[in-house]
């Protein structure tokens, strides 16, 4: 049996460079040596209000953002997670063994309810749901960017724990973070992480972003003091710019070194956008010719959500038995 992955996205927000480079450009990269479940977490994406017209748009246009960046749906499947009744379930299960003080060391929550005048206990519980998505799998590798890397460890926790509870049940997975770019951090504020609810003009490149919006981002994206590009003492805004370059081209750290060396940063952010837009332009070209088909879109989400079904029910009729559930 080949080594299953798991791995999501919420939809909520514009997907942007960090979220491609972080994670999806690995998932297509991966997706033929693995048996590959690709969600999208639209029940992780209630733990903040939501309107429910823009949800159900966005949970459409994260799949065929799928779809455009090279996701095979012949080979993976493309689910989203409240068509699984499965994940909410074993979600419950495993709630019951995780202890308050493991959810509330979370920086994401941390940070997550700081911002927030009341906090929903759907906040807290973000990453059990998370846990419960990959488990139920029985994944063995999630391919996910540097920030969802605590998570892991805590569904890495999660099922040790029930293991040793109640036997032998969960595959303990692993987490897969990309050499380059495993946090693309904002071009406004190179300092906070790349984001898709921050609200600055200039803080992401979006997957769907014309190539003049592009342009624009990164011109004015924020680098140092130094006149010229010095590897060695480059601040955290020209590393950035200069990771984006080297994992959409491939290139090695000896080739960027070489290029970039001594250049001025006005040359180097014209470089970056023209290789950004050229690896976003074909992308776009498909995301516009499979929204223009939805009943394709949605055959797409049933078969998925009909192929990993069955697996979901497994773990769960499992876990009932060995908890001592009616089953
Ligand atoms: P989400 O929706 O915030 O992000 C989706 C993926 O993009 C990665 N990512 C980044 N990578 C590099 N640089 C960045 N600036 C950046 N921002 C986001 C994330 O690491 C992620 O891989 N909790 C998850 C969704 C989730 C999930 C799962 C993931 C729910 N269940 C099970 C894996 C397995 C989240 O909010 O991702």
């Excluded at 493309?78 to 019951?96: G, K, N, R």
């Excluded at 202890?99 to 973000?126: C, D, H, N, V």
């Excluded at 924020?222 to 080297?246: E, F, K, R």
């Amino acid at each position: 049996m080949r080594t299953r992955v798991f791995s999501g996205m919420q939809p909520t927000g514009n997907l942007h460079i960090g979220n491609y480079l972080g994670a999806l450009k690995n998932w297509v990269r991966i997706q033929h040596d693995y048996e590959c479940i690709f969600c999208i977490v639209d029940l992780h994406a209630v733990t903040v209000y939501q309107d429910p017209a823009a949800l159900r748009a966005k949970i459409l246009e994260i799949a065929a953002l799928y779809l455009a960046a090279g996701i095979d749906p012949k080979d993976c499947s493309i689910m989203v997670q409240s068509a699984v009744p499965a994940h909410t379930e074993l979600s419950w299960m495993l709630t019951c063994v995780t202890p308050l003080g493991w959810l509330e060391r979370m920086t994401q929550f941390k940070a997550k309810s700081a911002k927030q005048e009341s906090i929903g206990s759907g906040l807290l519980q973000y990453p059990v749901l998370m846990a419960a998505d990959i488990l139920l799998y029985q994944a063995g590798i999630v391919p996910v960017g540097e920030d969802q890397a605590q998570h892991l460890e805590l569904t890495r926790d999660i099922a040790q724990r029930f293991n040793s509870l109640y036997g032998d049940t969960f595959v303990v997975p692993n987490t897969s973070l990309p050499t380059v770019a495993a946090r693309v951090m904002g071009l406004d504020d190179p300092t906070q992480k790349m984001s898709k609810s921050a609200t600055g003009l200039n803080h992401a490149v979006g997957l769907l972003d014309p190539p003049d919006k592009i342009r624009k981002t990164i011109m004015r994206a924020t680098t140092d003091s130094n006149p010229a590009v010095d590897i060695p003492n480059a601040g955290p805004g020209v590393i950035n710019l200069l990771s984006i370059y080297q994992a959409f081209s491939g290139a090695t750290d000896e080739e960027i070194k070489a290029q970039f060396t001594g250049l001025r940063y006005g040359d180097l952010k014209k470089l970056v956008a023209e290789m950004v837009i050229t690896h976003l332009e074909p992308f776009q070209q498909r995301y516009r010719e499979i929204t223009a088909d939805p009943a394709y879109l949605a055959a797409i989400l049933r078969e998925g959500a009909e192929r990993v079904a069955p697996i979901a029910n497994d773990t769960v009729h499992t876990v009932k038995q060995r908890m001592g559930l009616y089953t």
